[in-house]
Nanobody
Framework: QAHLVESGGGLVRPGESLTLTCTAFQFTFRDFGVGWVRQDPHNEREAVSCISASDNTTYYADSVKGRFTTSINRAKNKVYLQMRNLRPEDTALYRC?????????????????WGQGTQVTVSS
């Protein structure tokens, strides 16, 4: 059964870094956009990053621009989210998912095939 699995979350202090990994099982990213959507403790969702599997075009939300970097390894069916200079407001459940049109990466409701998520907590 095709599915996505996230890993790499944890508890870190402000200013520290984490790298999340999204792995596809029985599924290839092909021409999809692969994004990271976070859900904060207030259940607000935000698409923070996305990468096109076809041409590596990336999207970042303003809230993470300059701090987060997404990349893809097609051979391993993995997408990464490198997060630097983490802030308490980055605390959320991070889930990866795919979007058919990479041009709509910022639209949370366009995503499908969601993983279960990995928790990131930033606290001193």
């Amino acid at each position: 059964q095709a599915h996505l699995v996230e890993s790499g979350g944890g508890l870190v202090r402000p200013g520290e870094s984490l790298t999340l990994t999204c792995t596809a099982f029985q599924f290839t990213f092909r021409d999809f956009g692969v994004g990271w959507v976070r859900q904060d403790p207030h259940n607000e969702r935000e698409a923070v990053s996305c990468i096109s599997a076809s041409d590596n075009t990336t999207y970042y939300a303003d809230s993470v621009k300059g701090r987060f970097t997404t990349s893809i390894n097609r051979a391993k069916n993995k997408v990464y989210l490198q997060m630097r200079n983490l802030r308490p407001e980055d605390t959320a459940l991070y889930r990866c998912a795919v979007v058919v049109l990479s041009s709509r990466c910022q639209e949370v409701d366009q995503y499908e095939a969601w993983g279960q998520g990995t928790q990131v907590t930033v606290s001193s």
